[in-house]
């Protein structure tokens, strides 16, 4: 992705390192991950002042929940915030703080650092934890099967874990890097000759169905 022009289109500075924060785009997920996200995000500035913080809001309600949650933290925390746009964000950022989901999949294809924090309730996730037996939650973890990615989930994710997971992904160049070649391996994997398999898949479909037709 071309970051200096996502943050021109966005009004950003270029020069500053930028941070996207995604604390989901339904309002239970922000609810539980927005206070938490936000706190990690005062825990990075308070190490790097000159870090900027970008916080994309799906629509009108979750910017407003966002921009409450801001304003009810004990410090005052610099962060803009924009409705919708969440791909140019993550575009324009050097490291992406976000809620497990399929957001993980774009930041991944962006070949953007990220980490990747979550929490349930404790019911929810007991039941879960009985119930889904993988050994990662976070899209390109999966897909590489392999932890490229931090995850850290419930008491895991706390504002110094997920602020020293993300500030690890913005200072460290050698991992940078790193996922910078497995997210384009994996990309390119994702790419590999997609519409003949699609195309053979459906012939397969086809086919079957015409013998027992």
Not at 124 to 139: D, E, F, G, N, Q
Not at 182 to 192: G, I, K, S
């Amino acid at each position: 992705p071309e970051t200096g022009a996502a943050r021109r289109d966005l009004g950003l500075d270029e020069q500053a390192p930028l941070l996207a924060v995604l604390p989901g785009s339904r309002a239970g997920e922000v609810e539980r991950l927005g206070t938490l996200f936000l706190e990690a995000a005062r825990w990075i500035q308070d190490k790097r002042p000159d870090v900027q913080l970008v916080i994309p809001c799906v629509n009108r309600d979750r910017e407003r929940q966002v921009r409450d949650l801001v304003e009810a933290l004990e410090v005052k925390l610099p962060v803009t915030i924009v409705r919708g746009r969440s791909r140019e964000v993550m575009a324009a950022s050097d490291a992406v703080l976000l809620a497990s989901g399929t957001a993980t999949l774009e930041a991944m294809l962006l070949k953007k650092p990220m980490v990747v924090g979550y929490r349930l309730s404790n019911v929810s996730y007991a039941i879960l934890s009985r119930l889904v037996k993988v050994p990662h939650v976070a899209l390109p973890n999966l897909l590489a099967r392999e932890p490229l990615v931090p995850e850290l989930l419930q008491d895991d994710a706390t504002p110094e874990a997920l602020g020293a997971a993300v500030l690890e992904r913005l200072e460290n160049e050698t991992e940078r890097q790193r996922l910078l070649d497995a997210f384009t391996e994996l990309h390119q994997t994702l790419r590999q000759d997609a519409d003949e398999k699609a195309a053979e898949a459906i012939t397969r479909l086809l086919e079957e169905a015409a013998s027992h037709g």
